[in-house]
């Protein structure tokens, strides 16, 4: 009796795990909402073409030195110092290329396109509060004065400058620690490609997401916290986001992501994960729930480790409130210490 329970209850939970992960990577690919956005406030297609279009000049300076510049200094090369040297010097070129062109301009890019991003979030995510506010008075047959028409009423939470500063530094931190983990991942045999592609999902997830819950100072602790709860969408959703790199060549693959990028941000500032996980789970279903998956536990760790040889971890461990050994996923960040970033995924 009790091994058919267990087995059940295994059962329940691998197929909500499933339906969960489907309506993550249905949730991504509904990119058909980002049109009511374009049309409701064309700012948001305006900043996301911009975004696209800085992408597309640093993807254009990866496919000129690929398919231009490295066939011709080879061709040149060979020409002038025989193919036994041309070898050597055209990669000494190419690392310099690299060292001095590429990656300053990827840097650019990078930082260029958060900015970006981050007015894309906002304002899918003030949109989307408007959108809600007009259609509750809708339903109560009332009508919304200007103010409220105009969205004065709709505010988005910003944390002060020195503990803004502080947690993005250990924000980015942990986010190049756990791609040096997948980076790790991807080099293990047999398991190592597919290890690579889950977590590389979990990373693109958690950077789609990140924006929309930063917006409303959730803490960074409590945003992995949900995130490991709620993991089994979030994988889904990060899976079809980085699927043009598993289906395509890296650099077709890393161009079509960044193309799709700020679509994605839009679909993760529209997204309820909260709300498809009771519609898939129903209320107070513990047998068919699935447990927290501590996947950034590691990286937190070691995230604190690095930083705390520094001279600048104190200040933003005392700022983060963060202990030396976090735990993402412990009871200290249950579900009712989360509701203020549940409250973000109300429509």
């Not at 209850?9 to 795990?17: D, E, P, R, T």
Request: with cysteine; charged share 10%; glycine share 8%.
């Amino acid at each position: 009796m009790a091994v058919g329970g267990s087995l059940g209850a295994v059962a329940s939970a691998l197929k909500n795990g499933i339906l969960l992960w489907l309506a993550g990577f249905r949730d991504a690919l509904c990119l058909h909402r980002c049109v009511v956005y374009f049309v409701h406030d064309p700012r948001i297609l305006v900043s996301a073409v911009v975004a696209a279009a800085v992408t597309v000049s640093s993807g254009g300076n990866v496919l000129l030195l690929e398919y231009g510049l490295k066939p011709l200094v080879h061709l040149l090369l060979t020409a002038v110092v025989g193919g036994a040297s041309a070898g050597a010097i055209s990669s000494a070129l190419v690392g310099l290329y690299h060292l001095l062109w590429l990656a300053p301009a990827y840097l650019v890019s990078l930082l260029v396109n958060c900015i970006w991003y981050s007015e894309i979030a906002e304002l899918v995510v003030v949109a989307g509060q408007r959108r809600a506010l007009q259609q509750r008075a809708q339903r109560q047959g009332v009508m919304l004065v200007a103010a409220q028409q105009g969205g004065a009423v709709l505010k988005v939470h910003r944390p002060d400058a020195v503990a803004f500063i502080s947690q993005e530094v250990y924000r980015a931190a942990l986010l190049a620690v756990f791609f040096a983990q997948v980076t790790l991942a991807g080099a293990l045999p047999k398991i190592g490609p597919l290890l690579n592609f889950l977590l590389l999902s979990c990373l693109y997830a958690l950077y789609c997401f990140d924006y929309k819950w930063s917006l409303h100072s959730v803490p960074l602790q409590q945003r992995i916290a949900y995130f490991e709860r709620h993991w089994a969408f979030f994988l889904g959703f990060g899976c079809a986001t980085v699927l043009p790199m598993a289906v395509a060549s890296f650099y077709v693959g890393a161009a079509l992501i960044g193309l799709l990028f700020p679509l994605d941000i839009m679909m993760a500032a529209d997204s309820n994960p909260k709300l498809v996980y009771q519609q898939v789970l129903g209320e107070g279903n513990v047998h068919g729930s699935l447990p927290p998956l501590p996947m950034f536990r590691p990286a937190c760790w070691a995230t604190n480790q690095l930083l705390g040889n520094l001279a600048l971890a104190p200040r933003l461990v005392r700022l983060l409130g963060i202990k030396r050994s976090p735990q993402p996923a412990a009871p200290s960040l249950s579900d009712s210490s989360l509701a203020s970033l549940a409250s973000t995924d109300a429509r």
